[in-house]
């Protein structure tokens, strides 16, 4: 009897892992169809409340990152009038320092001439007072008449007048230069200084200029990332609606056999034929989804098994209703192969296989059970609704 077993569940193992190669995107369980959706739809409005609020952030970025272009436009405006005025200063002060070179040059001349012609007058001063003796000879007899006489004299005031006339222009234009060249550099001064100003405000703005630039990098970038997070999230949606339509699709085929099966004959208990190991193999079903359930849970288990068993819309073997594919989520995750390779079945599992197997149930002739949702109705049994 042993071997049998060993033997039954062997052939129960490779049966589940023939079904679980069957190939599929989705493994949902029956049961958990309408949670899925109700599920599913909650995730879509989320992800919808998602792209609304990253739209939001995505047009608050790009009116920021107009703002501050229009700003660095202005800036770029600013920086380039200063940069003027600075070429402008730069010129004028280039203009003055030549002009106080100039400046220098006269002065130079003028101190050159003052001095040549102060030796000139000390030279005839000195003659004058070293020879004044022979000089008034010379003027006394050498003078053809008293007007004669007199006029020489006077020839003699008019060049020492000459001489200090000279003498103060030329100090006068020397004292004029100094003033001039004083003036220059005063104003070379306050060119230096409203240059040092400027110089001051172009770095600003300069230092405004690249700060918006890269306020503006750094917003192009915030823009590219949301823009990538709006794709992602659009994706996630478009995955979300074909997900939902799946759900949907499947809910109304569940529906849609729930009715046929109604509709549809049903056998007697007593004509169906039980193999070897369907007791084993429905005793472990029962564990993996209702072990943790009331007793009468777990015959509701079996039940919905056997009803299925006995209508012509589902397959006519306990093997055959329970790895139907996409019927049973313990087929479908490998705990049910754990389970029967363990033998984690107890002895309530049995005696509740037992019973269903007997034509016993709590449910009467349900088809499905789930976790209960709201708008789902049913008989519950601790944590299922039975339909």
């Known amino acids: 009897m042993k071997r049998a077993g060993k033997q039954w569940i062997a052939v129960l193992t490779a049966v589940a892992l023939l079904a679980c190669a069957v190939p599929t995107t989705v493994y949902a369980d029956i049961k958990d169809t309408e949670e899925k959706l ?32 229009g700003q660095l436009n202005s800036l770029n405006n600013d920086l380039t009038e200063v940069s003027n005025n600075l070429a402008d200063l730069e010129q004028k002060i280039e203009d003055k320092e ?3 070179e100039q400046t220098g040059k006269e002065l130079e001349e003028a101190k050159q001439v003052e001095e040549e012609q102060y030796e000139a007058m000390k030279k005839r001063i000195q003659f004058m007072y070293e020879k004044r003796d022979y000089v008034l000879l010379e003027m006394f007899f050498g003078s053809a008449n008293f007007s004669d006489l007199l006029n020489r004299n006077d020839y003699i005031e008019q060049l020492s007048a000459y001489d200090r006339k000279q003498l103060t222009e030329y ?5 004029s230069i100094e003033d001039k060249e004083a003036r220059l550099e ?3 001064k306050d060119l230096d200084d409203l240059k040092t ?12 200029v690249s700060q918006t630039s890269g306020q503006i990098s750094d917003y192009q970038h915030q823009i590219s990332e949301t823009e990538q997070e709006m794709l992602a999230y659009e994706k996630q949606l478009e995955e979300q609606n074909n997900n939902i339509a799946q759900l949907q699709k499947q809910l109304e085929e569940e529906r ?41 849970g777990q015959v509701a288990v079996g039940a919905v098994v056997i009803n299925r068993v006995k209508s012509a819309v589902f397959p006519d073997t306990v093997v055959g209703v329970i790895y139907q594919n996409k019927q049973f989520s313990p087929v479908a995750s490998g705990r049910l192969a754990l389970a029967l390779a363990e ?38 049994i601790g944590g299922h609704i039975f339909y």
Not at 45 to 55: F, L, M, R, V
Not at 351 to 361: I, R, Y
């Open 98 to 100: 030549a002009e106080i």
């Open 186 to 188: 005063s104003e070379k």
């Open 38 to 69: 109700n599920q599913a739809k909650e995730e879509k409005e989320k992800t919808e409340e998602a792209i609304d609020s990253t739209k939001d952030e995505l047009n608050d970025l790009q009116n920021t990152t107009e703002g501050l272009k």
């Open 197 to 208: 100003k400027v110089e001051a405000e172009q770095s600003r703005v300069a230092g405004l």
């Open 256 to 296: 849609r056999l729930s009715q046929l099966a109604a509709q549809s004959t049903w056998r007697d208990i007593s004509e169906i034929t039980f193999a070897d190991g369907d007791r084993y193999l429905l005793a472990n079903l029962i564990y993996c989804e209702a072990g943790n359930q009331p007793y009468s």
């Open 343 to 380: 033998n984690h079945a107890t002895q309530a599992c049995y005696k509740a296989a037992d019973e269903a197997m007997a034509g016993a149930t709590t449910v009467g002739d349900c088809l499905f059970f789930r976790t209960p949702i709201e708008g789902l109705t049913g008989i519950q």
């Open 171 to 175: 100090q006068e234009t020397r004292a």
